[in-house]
């Protein structure tokens, strides 16, 4: 499996790839991993290369990624050349007008991309009092709920738990099922 997982700076990329790795070492699987980081103190782009199985080089070519995480909506459009034919985005769309523009649409077509959004900062509003440190997680739920990943809701949610700060764990827990949830159930 081959992800690219791409956002801005503090958005939590780097947990996301350390919660997959533990849970690729934890199966037995072999990991590989790369992040390449832009102005990420200052909120520029941050896109990790993560890779579960047998490979030799920890970046992903244009057009393998079985999955694009995109925490941010921008960084997700610019960074689709990455997935491969009937690949799947899960993405934190701000705005939905620009996820129907039509080269972008007839793009997702042509290639088969399966797109698995939500409204993160929505919901982290409305759930979370805004605080929208719970985005990574939040998206990770999604993929889960979205069973393109071939993680189990459990193992995620355990790896999450184990790897959170303390004063995180509930909150990080709340948020994972909520994301879970909102791809699931169709919303």
């Known amino acids: 499996m081959q992800y690219v997982i791409v956002g801005i700076g503090g958005q939590g990329i780097l947990f996301t790839s350390r919660i997959l790795g533990k849970i690729a070492v934890e ?45 941010d909506q ?27 523009n039509s080269s972008l649409t007839a793009f997702l077509k042509d290639r088969s991309i399966r797109v698995y ?14 605080n929208f440190l719970f985005l990574n997680v939040l998206l990770m739920g999604a993929m889960c709920g979205a069973n393109i990943s071939g993680l189990t809701f459990e193992e995620v949610s355990r790896a999450v738990k184990e790897l959170s700060p303390s004063k995180f764990e509930d909150a990080n827990m709340k948020v994972f099922r909520l994301g879970y949830d909102s791809i699931s159930s169709g919303q």
């Open 117 to 130: 959004s939500l409204a993160g900062y929505e919901l982290l509003k409305k759930h979370m009092g805004g």
């Open 74 to 100: 921008n960084e997700g459009i610019r960074n689709l050349h990455f997935l491969k034919k009937n690949g799947s985005m899960v993405v934190n769309v701000h705005s939905e007008d620009d996820m129907k």
């Open 27 to 71: 199966r037995g699987e072999q990991v590989m991993g790369s992040e390449v980081h832009g102005m990420a103190q200052r909120g520029g782009s941050v896109i990790s290369h993560f890779k579960v199985g047998n490979y030799r080089s920890p970046l992903v070519m244009a057009g393998d990624a079985d999955i694009l995480l995109a925490f």
